[in-house]
């Protein structure tokens, strides 16, 4: 078997003891990291292929715990708007527009983000069509928990959205039995529920109930505004954390989406059950409010990054939302030495994994585990000097810096080239598809300037 060895770089595993290694070659075989040896001893094999990383820094591929590729096609037509105009004006009508082969260029192009921005696993709230989404992440080489989002219950729905409780399992458990674990094991099934807006106490009993069964997880938007949790007090009788608790879906196997409108006693039930938490800082900020995530770390509540949408954040970049999670927190703490830059790495590297229930494969750069990894280089105006490399992947990477992208063990990126995906008939096809949907969906954007 040829392998790949990484030289001369600094190696920032991750790892439990959170070393950062130098004068070792990191060795890849396969899928997986079959060494991290010491320099002066490895001896290359024949066909070995060599990077010499010097001056570079190798870390895991970021996880991404929270996007939506069907939405991709949709940047740009959900600004400067509250998040009920969000989501019934614009992004209901466009996903709801979207055909098989939409969805499938939406999906190579934030893949295609992705990658550049050296995310190798994410996890999706809920996709349209299935097929051309899991063939599209398959082509492109990353890994992906993908979930139909269930919605059964509430008002506004796009025609053919609403289906009973019943039928909502049965459809997922279909694309469990057929997507699950495809892709050499990058691509993995969840159950997927709206928000409380859209789905029954029933349908949220039922989802907790097969997902268990099936030992899966749940993907959800939660207390995403004041509107929600009034609603959910009204007409449901508790709070969104409480009611769920009643219902049974609480547990280390829920992956809870935003959570900016929670109590204290909310974060301590989530702290109890092992829910996990996705901060998407871009987001809520456009559209939601100023989410504090602190209060739930030092519950124990595990804490990871994510995205959001094209519609709702616009750049799907976790270097982005890295920088954006240290300094938001900060100011809304009044304290600058919270949220340090070696926190906000592990949210968005070995926590993302445990939110995701992967981290006995990914997030992290040991022996034995999946080869998701990225190569920085710091040597560009905006991170040099370097007096605290872990300060500076944090408080000054960009994109740009990021020059390799590795997942299951295969380069998706080289020298900023993607080289397995024909990226400019990708946004040609994007130019063609977006207007399309946008169409067929009659959404009218108001001019921003005369002429605009």
Known sequence: ????????????????????????????????????????TWVPSPGDEILDAR?????????????????????????D?????LLHDRVFPYESSMAPDDSYVSTLLFGIEQIANGTTTFADAGIQHASPTVQGIT?????????????????GLPSGWKLSADESIARQEEAYARYHGAANGRIRWWFGLRTLFNNSDQVVELTA???????????????????????????????????????????????AVHCLYTDDEEIDLMAEHGVKLSHNPAAGLKIMGV???????????????????????N????????????????????????????????????????ALGWDDEIGSLEVGKKADLVVVDPGTSNMQPLHDPIANLVFCMKTDNIQYTMCDGVWLMKDRRIGHVDVPAVLRAVHEHAGQVRERSGIQLPARFPGA
Request: charged content about 20%; proline content about 5%; overall charge positive.
């Open 55 to 79: 001056g570079r820094i190798v870390l895991p591929g970021f996880v991404n715990t929270h996007a939506h590729t069907a939405q991709q096609l949709g940047r740009g037509l959900a600004d």
């Open 1 to 40: 078997m040829s392998r790949i060895a990484i030289r001369n770089a600094t190696i920032v595993t991750m790892n439990p003891g959170r070393q950062v290694l130098r004068d070792r070659v990191l060795v890849v075989a396969g899928d997986r990291i079959a060494g991290l040896e010491p320099a002066a």
């Open 209 to 255: 109930e097969a997902a268990r069964r099936l030992n899966t997880h749940v993907h959800m938007h939660l207390a995403q505004s004041p509107g929600e949790v009034k609603y959910c007090q009204d007409a449901r009788g508790a709070s969104p954390i409480r009611l769920l608790a009643k219902l049974g879906l609480l547990g280390p196997n829920l992956l």
């Open 291 to 313: 989410p504090r995530i602190i209060p739930f770390r030092e519950r124990g509540v595990v804490t990871a990054l994510g995205t959001d949408s094209g519609a709702s954040n």
């Open 315 to 354: 750049r799907n970049s976790m270097p982005d939302e890295m920088w954006l999670t240290t300094l938001l927190q900060k100011g809304a703490h009044g304290d600058p030495a919270v949220m340090t830059a070696q926190e906000v790495l592990e949210m968005a590297t070995i926590d993302g994994a445990r």
């Open 81 to 85: 708007v509250d998040l009920m105009t």
């Open 139 to 155: 082509e492109l080489g990353i890994r992906a928990a993908f979930c139909y989002s269930v919605t059964d219950a509430g008002e």
